[in-house]
């Protein structure tokens, strides 16, 4: 049994606040109660009141009172934390598509000028453009910002880097200031606890091809295969699965359909009459000819680089090796 006792000093007629909610505690006067709970209370002894409030009643004949709705904190739980997570990760990744896209718009449109029809270049992005889902105004943007004077073009870089457990990462930029991206890149790296790698000591641990996402929860594997067998794809990769991981984490995984930049088109025009949901990659992506285990420690601190890498506005893409 749960008691409360009360004291109140009502010197003005008190403010009547109205609720929806299932639990509301009423104080008064009177007595002290607590709607739709099973509880009881002792009743505080009788109060004097001021004359206005003695003669003061409702219709219903009770003395004046205050309400107070009482209802439980709204809390994020681990499931909507989850999902929370994930459509935040959805968006980076998005983000950073139209971020790289605009860069490669400004840059050709520095090399040849805004003309489609002059400039080659630029209608071979702004067809890449199309293929990606990229909105349009993005891309009329940034023709616009290229002919804004003291805009640069972006350059493109690569940088290597060596995380923990033995695992290897290749960092892809583009920029129109090359000290102050490798500055950054180098300050994030070290303090990550990361090593900068010599040019040319990662690179070959990875190939590059074209990728198109698909949920696990939109294809079956076998529908895939067929899919990529008629378009002339290289494989169709399995996401990782772990002892520990639940219904909702498998749901959640991805295979990926690996082609070329000669069967792209074909591959997605296929997933399309399927009526099969999928990402396109960024314009092509980097995977490793073969991946390296490691502990979760060296896991959870290699995730934490690369994060803070994908954070730095110059940086495009981050690739490991890490299975």
Do not use: W
């Amino acid at each position: 049994m749960i008691a409360f006792r009360a004291v109140l000093h009502l010197q003005t007629l008190p403010i009547r606040v109205s609720s929806t909610r299932p639990a509301s505690l009423f104080l008064h006067p009177q007595s002290f109660a607590l709607r739709n709970r099973s509880l009881s209370f002792i009743s505080p002894p009788p109060l004097s009141l001021p004359p206005s409030l003695e003669a003061a009643t409702f219709s219903n004949g009770n003395l004046p009172f205050r309400r107070i709705s009482t209802f439980p904190p709204v809390c994020m739980g681990r499931r909507s934390s989850k999902i929370a997570g994930r459509k935040e990760a959805q968006n980076a990744k998005k983000a950073k598509l139209y971020s790289r896209m605009g860069k490669e718009v400004v840059s050709a449109v520095k090399k040849g000028g805004p003309n489609v029809t002059s400039n080659p270049l630029l209608a071979a992005i702004l067809e890449k453009a199309k293929e990606l889902d990229v909105p349009k105004d993005i891309v009329e943007r940034n023709i616009k910002r290229a002919s804004e004077k003291g805009q640069e073009a972006y350059i493109e870089k690569v940088y290597e880097v060596y995380g923990y457990g033995g695992v290897s990462m290749v960092v892809e930029v583009s920029t129109d200031k090359v000290h102050r991206s490798v500055a950054k890149i180098r300050e994030v790296v070290k303090d990550c606890g990361g090593k900068m790698a010599d040019s040319g000591s990662v690179t070959f641990k990875f190939r590059r091809v074209r990728v198109v996402n698909i949920k696990v929860t939109d294809a079956d594997k076998d529908q895939l295969l067929s899919i990529a067998l008629d378009a002339g794809a290289e494989d169709v990769i399995e996401p990782s699965t772990y002892e520990d991981d639940t219904e909702e984490d498998r749901s959640e995984r991805y295979y990926k359909i690996v082609g070329s930049s000669d069967n792209y088109a074909t591959i997605l025009s296929k997933l399309r009459e399927e009526g099969i949901n999928f990402e396109p990659d960024n314009g092509s992506e980097l995977l490793p000819n073969a991946t390296i285990e490691v502990d979760d420690e060296a896991m959870d601190l290699n995730k934490e680089l690369m994060n803070k890498l994908l954070e730095l506005d110059d940086v495009d893409a981050v690739y490991t090796d890490q299975k």
